[in-house]
């Protein structure tokens, strides 16, 4: 573990301010959020655009599969152009994997990038260029076409006896390099007119808030039936011109969100994220280094002369086990905070891969006060 890390990491855990146990509502509202950045309208969202195109131009990077020169006949033929397989010539192009997202609210004639991906044995897509490809929807219905030069990030180079590759230059992209042949309508408003907020990370008190904050702008517009949704009725007043801005001004309104206490942990990096309002019981905690040194040192048992004897191998092991006592035992006061925490363990030598298990073990006591997410 860096020394850079264990210090970043007792700096963000010292600086959470105590946080007393108090009712969720007497909580002091001095920051607020917009509640478009806590929710999300229901009907509004992206769709995955795909289909199957053909890279050319490429300078015998591309892929020699015979699905690839099927797929350039097919399409030359189209041009009244009759070759057959072996007229063409192998890594000139190569098939590859078109996507792209829709975003909502599209209009005809807008453009929006694609990404490519070889699924041959192309080794590079550097100069070359995507071929008239239709991008279709889950639906099978086709809402783009896409078309272009190919900017890969990254290069491959190789000689008689050594190659060089950085990056991907099999995957690439080609900006705003395809045009939407539909119009994409997204509805945000039901048969009811009523507003759908779903929140990103649903939780009781933030969705009552939520609501309050609501009614207070627009009386008796809002309720939510469960902590992930708020329904939100747009009022007699708003006319049908007026939905637009009435969604804005309602996605304008700031909450304070309600934020549970949680300690995320990364066991693959030694990196702990807490947020605030952890607490922690009255627990001691003992902190120890043990070390154990196994030496293997085998032996060679050579027989007596004469003796008719085989000489063998015998194992030897030598363990040894030391531990590096800190500063004993600490004792944590009730609804101890995670900043007292660090203090304590910082006074025992302990480094981030020792307070994730001391983490562990107060949750498993019961004494730590927060969803702890180990991943």
Do not use: C
């Not at 206490?261 to 605030?276: D, L, M, P, S, W």
């Not at 003796?307 to 800190?326: E, F, H, I, L, Y």
Request: proline share 5%.
């Amino acid at each position: 573990m860096s020394l850079a890390l264990q210090l970043g990491l007792a700096t963000l855990l010292q600086v959470a301010p105590p946080v007393a146990r108090t009712p969720d509502h007497a909580v002091p509202r001095n920051a607020s959020v917009r509640i478009g950045d806590l929710t999300h309208v229901k009907g509004i969202r992206e769709n995955a655009l795909w289909g199957t195109g053909l890279v050319v131009g490429l300078n015998d990077t591309g892929d020699s599969a015979n699905a690839t020169r099927q797929a350039l006949r097919n399409l030359l033929e189209k041009q009244n152009l009759n070759l057959s397989v072996q007229d063409l010539d192998d890594g000139s192009a190569a098939l590859v994997m078109v996507t792209a997202t829709l975003p909502p609210f599209s209009r005809e004639g807008d453009r929006i990038d694609v990404r490519v991906a070889a699924t041959g044995g192309a080794e590079s897509l550097f100069g070359g260029t995507l071929l008239f490809t239709p991008l279709t929807g889950a639906d099978g219905e086709v809402y783009a076409v896409a078309q272009g030069p190919v900017t890969v990030g990254g290069f491959t180079a190789q000689g008689a006896a050594a190659s060089v590759t950085q990056n991907h230059p099999t995957v690439g992209q080609v900006t705003n390099g395809a045009t939407i042949e539909v119009d994409v309508l997204s509805r945000f408003l039901d048969d009811d007119d009523a507003l759908e907020l779903r929140l990103r990370d649903p939780d009781f008190v933030t969705a009552s808030r939520i609501v309050d904050v609501v009614n207070m702008r627009f009386p008796d517009s809002a309720r939510s039936a469960d902590p992930s949704m708020i329904e939100v009725r747009v009022p007699d007043t708003v006319s049908r011109h007026g939905r637009v801005q009435f969604v804005a001004e309602v996605s304008a309104l700031r909450v304070e969100p309600n934020v549970r206490a949680r300690i995320i942990v990364n066991e693959k990096t030694g990196t702990i994220i807490a947020g605030q309002g952890v607490t922690i019981d009255r627990v001691a905690i003992a902190h120890g280094n043990l070390t154990v040194t196994v030496t293997e040192s085998p032996l060679v048992s050579q027989p007596y002369p004469d003796s008719n004897g085989v000489t063998t191998t015998v194992p030897r092991t030598d363990v040894q086990a030391t531990v590096d006592g800190g500063a004993g035992v600490t004792v944590l006061g009730g609804t101890a905070t995670i900043s007292e925490l660090a203090a304590a363990l910082n006074a025992l030598g302990s480094t981030p891969r020792d307070l994730i298990t001391i983490l562990q073990n107060l949750h498993d006591v019961g004494a730590l006060h927060a969803e702890l997410e180990i991943r």
